[in-house]
């Protein structure tokens, strides 16, 4: 019962059960969910033994023994009876008795917040929905106001702090990371960046922003008793933004949030000098969360229709098209194009995917009901148009963030993969894990593209530890070298490859299990690393190490990220020479999205994507023909 999102009908079921294990019934609701936070265990850290021993053994598959033999002697000396790894661990050991979580700061700053890479492509991932049934503005309008209520009305949930505990492997999850989703925004700074969230305080957000035509506009969602509006409301609301945006040819603003960091943290310097753009700047800040009225992109084959939208939820297809209709700092944007493309892109500095498609679920759920609510009769006052002054300066940085934006745009290959052979039933049927199934196919999709492995990382959850993010689960392994080398090798019979595949996908659970425990390796090591930093003059030389280097260059980057909704999320790769990829099992289909980045001449994303669905198919017909022939 690992899997993470909860079904609604379990969810009802779950307040219930809470209810019934609660002997203080007065205990008010907010309170619960503060006693929650408070109940849960802290993060551990592992073993300095254990994690040194798992990372020689990860290293096995991926470095030549010669390279293993100098790791091997440096580890020796790093474990040294009293030497710099036992000094390293007990100064993070100390740390750890110190904060609510060890790891957390320093993770919101190593991954996000000191990332100089721009957010779009490089960090921030989108999520692609169902292609929706509207084919002109009238729709286009009605779904958006429609989706915007529903965001509201999960909002009640996070006001009322009524969100249901999440579980995993039976453990209940820190909700942290739902509290900081909506009015919150990314600031770029001139080394680091920083997130402001403004869910809470004397005066918590009440608008919303949305983009059209590139110009952004205030809009109030709730009504002067506090109610928030309508969707018929909404919707005449976005009918007023529409028909005052009609003018195509304003100035792309909102893509100066693409650029580099540094690029853009000074851009932002001088753009906020002006008070009419700081105060815009800050409505955008402050707002719930963003909407896009994406213009109508190039049409393209239906083949070709679910990566176009994919490439739109990642960074708007370039500066001519719908790029500038973004703030790409926004933590939760939501994209709904003219044709019947919507998705959403959020910034990842303040949660993962999780609680992302956990709220996407509610909102579809929310839009699918059709409860006539009254509207009131009060007019509504025109939403406010945020003013820009663009000065020739600003206009340069415009035009350096539409040149890289366009690069990005042209480097980034996109491939939403809709495997419809089979889903996770299948792998259940045969009593193995869907999640390491998969991982399994990647494997061999890999192996067989490049004949030979590369270091891959599956993200794991941290949620069952206060305020936990993720942790890292090693794909590669020996057991799974072996399995991959074993496929195509015609001395060995299908028992044996069905024998080496299922103790492949063994120990991915059991690496699985260690890390949403907290002992896996790559956080610990990380830990190790940043109290180097801090405490010594010179990074003891495991840290400098090739096999280290080599270790944390993921060529495969990837992570479940399943939904009840039929979307798939996508993010870019993690290096140059990588691959990212998505996947979202379904109970008869999976939807996987796989990027790469077209400037590497060895990597190739349709390839990926038809090796992994031979690989997928092959891995079945092994699976049912040992099965025939007992
Ligand atoms: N036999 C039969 N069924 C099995 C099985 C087996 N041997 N092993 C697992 N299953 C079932 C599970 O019970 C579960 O059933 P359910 O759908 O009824 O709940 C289902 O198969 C899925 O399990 P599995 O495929 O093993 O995956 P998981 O749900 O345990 O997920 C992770 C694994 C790593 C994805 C999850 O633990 C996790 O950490 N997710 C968070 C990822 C994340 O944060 N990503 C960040 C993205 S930005």
Redesign the pocket.
């Known amino acids: 019962?690992?899997?993470?999102l909860i079904?609604t009908s379990a969810r009802t079921d779950l307040v219930k059960h809470c209810r019934l294990l609660s002997p203080m019934p007065v205990v008010q609701v907010s309170d619960r969910s503060l006693l929650h936070q408070e109940s849960l265990p802290k993060l551990p850290v592992p073993p300095l033994k254990q994690t040194c021993a798992r990372y020689l053994a990860l290293l096995e598959p991926l470095i030549s023994e010669e390279e293993m033999a100098h790791t091997c002697k440096l580890m020796d000396e790093f474990l040294q009876p009293g030497g710099v790894g036992e000094r390293l661990q007990k100064s993070l050991e100390r740390r750890a008795r110190k904060t609510e979580n060890w790891l957390s700061d320093w993770w919101m700053q190593s991954a996000y917040l000191d990332s100089r890479m721009p957010v779009a492509v490089y960090s921030s991932?989108g999520v692609v929905l169902p292609k929706m049934h509207f084919q002109d503005r009238q729709g286009q309008m009605r779904f958006a106001a429609k989706l915007i209520a529903g965001v509201l009305d999960f909002k009640k949930l996070i006001d009322s702090k009524t969100l249901p505990v999440e579980y995993?492997?039976g453990k209940p999850l820190c909700m942290d990371q739902y509290y900081q989703v909506l009015s919150s925004c990314r600031i770029p700074g001139p080394k680091r960046d920083s997130v402001v969230n403004y869910a809470t305080g004397k005066t918590p957000s009440t608008h919303i922003t949305v983009v059209h035509n590139f110009q952004f506009f205030v809009l109030d969602v709730y009504n002067s008793d506090g109610s928030p509006l309508t969707v018929d409301q909404i919707y005449v609301q976005l009918e007023k933004i529409w028909n005052t945006s009609l003018q195509t040819n304003k100035e792309p603003v909102g893509i100066l949030t693409s650029n580099h960091r540094n690029t853009w943290g000074k851009a932002y310097n001088n753009l906020i000098k002006d008070k009419t753009n700081k105060e815009s700047v800050r409505a955008i800040q402050k707002s719930i969360f963003t909407v896009s009225l994406d213009a109508p992109m190039p049409r393209v084959s239906d083949e070709m229709y679910h990566n176009k939208v994919a490439a739109q939820m990642l960074h708007g297809g370039g500066s001519r098209w719908n790029s500038g209709n973004r703030w790409f700092d926004k933590t939760l944007q939501f994209i709904v194009g003219e044709d019947g493309s919507c998705g959403l892109t959020y910034e990842?500095a303040p949660?993962?995917?999780?609680p992302?498609v956990f709220l996407v679920d509610h909102v579809v759920d929310y839009m699918k009901r059709t409860e006539m609510v009254r509207t009131p009769m009060i007019p509504l006052s025109m939403p406010l148009k945020l003013r820009f002054n663009i000065t020739p300066e600003i206009k340069k940085d415009i035009e350096k963030a539409k040149q890289n934006m366009n690069i990005m745009v042209h480097d980034l290959d996109v491939r939403v993969l809709n495997f419809s052979q089979y889903g996770?039933k299948f792998?259940?049927?045969?009593?193995?894990?869907?999640?390491?199934?998969?991982q399994m196919a990647l494997q061999l999709a890999y192996y067989r593209m490049y004949e030979t492995c590369c270091p891959s990382n599956?993200?794991?959850?941290?949620?069952m530890f206060k305020l936990g993010?993720?942790?890292a689960?090693r794909s590669t392994t020996t057991e799974s070298f072996q399995f991959t080398k074993a496929m195509d090798d015609p001395s060995k019979n299908n028992i044996e490859k069905a024998a080496l595949l299922k103790n492949a996908?063994k120990v991915h659970?059991e690496h699985?299990y260690k890390?949403?425990h907290g002992q896996a390796i790559d956080r610990h090591m990380l830990g190790l690393k940043m109290v180097a930093i801090e405490d010594l003059t010179s990074l003891p030389e495991i840290f400098m190490d090739t096999s280290f280097a080599v270790a944390s260059h993921f060529n495969l980057y990837t992570?479940?990220?399943?939904s009840k909704t039929d979307c798939v999320?996508c993010?870019g790769p993690l290096v140059p020479d990588g691959y990212g990829v998505?996947y979202n099992?379904m109970d008869d289909h999976i939807n996987f999205a796989v990027t790469a980045f077209n400037s590497c001449e060895e990597t190739n994303a349709t390839k990926l994507s038809k090796f992994l669905t031979d690989a997928l198919l092959d891995m079945k017909n092994l699976l049912d023909q040992v099965t025939e022939d007992q």
Do not use: N, Y
Request: proline share 10%; charged share 25%.
């Open positions: 019962m690992l899997r993470l079904r991932p995993l492997g990842h949660a993962e995917g999780p992302i996770r792998p259940k049927s045969h009593k193995l894990s869907p999640d390491a199934f998969i599956e993200s794991a959850s941290l949620r993010r993720t942790e689960i996908i659970r699985t890390a949403i992570s479940q990220v399943g999320m993010f998505c099992p």
